[in-house]
Nanobody, 129 residues
Framework: VQLQASGGGLVQTGGSLRLSCAVS??????????IGWFRQAPGKEREGIVC????????WYAEAVKGRFHISRDIAGSTVYLQMNGLKPEDTAVYYC?????????????????????WGQGTQVTVSS
């Protein structure tokens, strides 16, 4: 299984970026996986910021990104997107995509590292003030 994240870069405060995560080699249908985006800022632990259950039946957003970030899934292209608007300097981090082969019905309390077993490499997002 491979998850390939891309789309990071340097953006000014208030700007937008769209991250992509191409997924390949899955055993089950892509729509049956839980998917998530995580980020790790310098000196901090990796944290889940948005997780979506199988078939996107339920989506959880961290308070820090709610209303600004949006996750979506292109089933035909096996790609996960993270649209990030209204970026702030505190959004600066390495962003990781992940997949969960045993999707939870609701990730409100499980959008965290132990519940996701498939990871891609990170993509750096830097927001300048």
């Amino acid at each position: 299984v491979q998850l390939q994240a891309s789309g990071g870069g340097l953006v000014q405060t208030g700007g937008s970026l769209r991250l992509s995560c191409a997924v390949s080699g899955l055993i089950f249908d892509f729509e049956d996986y839980g998917i998530g985006w995580f980020r790790q800022a310098p000196g901090k632990e990796r944290e889940g910021i948005v997780c979506s259950s199988a078939r996107d039946a339920s989506t959880w957003y961290a308070e820090a990104v709610k209303g600004r970030f949006h996750i979506s899934r292109d089933i035909a292209g096996s790609t996960v997107y993270l649209q990030m608007n209204g970026l702030k300097p505190e959004d600066t981090a390495v962003y990781y995509c992940s997949a969960d082969p045993i999707s939870y019905a609701d990730y409100a309390s499980t959008c965290s590292i132990p519940h996701f077993g498939l990871w891609g490499q990170g993509t750096q997002v830097t927001v300048s003030s």
